[in-house]
């Protein structure tokens, strides 16, 4: 009988508003990542994404907590806001050590990492528009393997970049830095294999 009761449908347009400031964020970060030195606007650009991201997670979480019937699991859907949530905010942390460690030159490496996290967090977008029409794993098969093979790729890069960091040729001082900027942005590409670890179980779960 219950499975007869409307469902909020506004957790979709939530879930996909959260997505969709993740890949702004992600973009906004490759052009930083282009644009470097000059990297104030989009470290602005990405704190915008950030805030709006964290209003919508406000958003969603209240809903939560007075809505009756939820299109799936209460912890599934507390677990996704988070995780997308997480995305964004570890764009923004990332982006705002830039200034804070006076970077003076950016990473070829880095610079591919972001085209990665774009690749991703795009095909998180991609999964979660999926999530209101279907609870097929088949029709989210193709999204969850292509964000699982993003994840390797940022992977490869990250080990191959931090093993030219400690060759021994790098300076301490510069060593510390990128091996930090490198670790936060290969958190946002794992932050999106995150989510799609959850989408793939709430599939399994409900279809």
């Known amino acids: 009988m219950f499975n007869l009761l409307p469902r909020d449908t506004?957790?979709?347009?939530?879930?996909?508003?959260?997505?969709?400031?993740?890949?702004?964020?992600?973009?906004n970060v490759q052009q930083l990542a282009q644009n470097f030195p000059d990297v104030a606007a989009s470290i602005q650009r990405i704190r915008e994404e950030e805030h709006a991201a964290d209003q919508l997670a406000h958003q969603a979480l209240e809903r939560?907590?007075?809505?009756?019937?939820?299109?799936?699991?209460?912890?599934?859907?507390?677990?996704?806001?988070?995780?997308?949530?997480d995305i964004t905010d570890g764009v923004d942390a990332l982006a705002k050590r830039f200034?804070?460690?006076?970077?003076?030159?950016?990473?070829?490496?880095?610079?591919?990492?972001?085209?990665?996290?774009?690749?991703?967090?795009?095909?998180?977008?991609d999964a979660v528009s999926r999530l209101r029409k279907s609870r097929k794993?088949?029709?989210?098969?193709?999204?969850l393997i292509e964000i699982h093979h993003q994840e390797s790729l940022g992977d490869d890069i990250h080990h191959a970049a931090l093993s030219r960091l400690f060759e021994g040729n790098v300076e301490p001082l510069e060593v510390l830095k990128w091996k930090e900027l490198y670790d936060l942005i290969e958190d946002a590409i794992d932050g999106c294999e995150d989510v799609g670890n959850t989408l793939e179980r709430i599939v399994l779960k409900n279809g």
């Open 64 to 85: 939560l907590d007075r809505t009756f019937i939820t299109p799936f699991d209460r912890e599934d859907i507390h677990t996704l806001i988070g995780e997308l949530d």
């Open 137 to 143: 794993l088949s029709d989210l098969s193709d999204a």
């Open 99 to 125: 200034p804070l460690f006076h970077v003076k030159r950016m990473e070829e490496d880095f610079v591919k990492q972001t085209g990665v996290l774009i690749r991703a967090a795009t095909t998180v977008q």
């Open 10 to 27: 506004v957790f979709y347009d939530l879930f996909e508003g959260m997505a969709g400031h993740a890949v702004q964020a992600s973009r």
